[in-house]
């Protein structure tokens, strides 16, 4: 099996920063894409933003220039900092993995439980 752990989450005041880590554990042979999704009351879980093993990264146009997405290949773990939050960042954010468990195998998707970010004053 394969677990996702998020960390990080909390409460904010606006213009304040977080930043929230995932890490991947269990049998892994090799994580293709690390995402970041999040999904606030009432409304569809959505991307924020993902990056591939080698690097490359796609965001949310709402989190552009304040959200940055990185990852440690060694670690199996991704990070994502958040600067100048705003109230509407305010959601669960989920960890997402794209996981080949065996070399030559399907990759699956596995998804962490969540966790919270309030932005608020």
């Known amino acids: 099996q394969v677990q996702l752990v998020e960390s990080g989450g909390g409460l904010v005041q606006p213009g304040g920063s977080l930043r929230l880590s995932c890490a991947a554990s269990?049998?892994?042979?090799?994580?293709?894409?690390m995402g970041w999704y999040r999904q606030a009351p009432g409304k569809e879980r959505e991307l924020v933003a993902t990056i591939i093993s080698g690097g490359s990264t796609n965001y949310a146009d709402s989190v552009k220039g304040r959200f940055t997405i990185s990852r440690d290949n060694a670690k199996n773990t991704a990070y994502l900092q958040m600067n100048n939050l705003k109230p509407e960042d305010t959601a669960v954010y989920y960890c997402?993995?794209?996981?080949?468990?065996?070399?030559?195998?399907?990759?699956?998707?596995?998804w962490g439980r969540g966790t919270q970010v309030t932005v608020s004053s």
């Open positions: 269990g049998r892994i042979f090799s994580i293709s894409v």
């Open positions: 997402n993995a794209v996981v080949k468990r065996n070399p030559g195998g399907a990759a699956y998707d596995y």
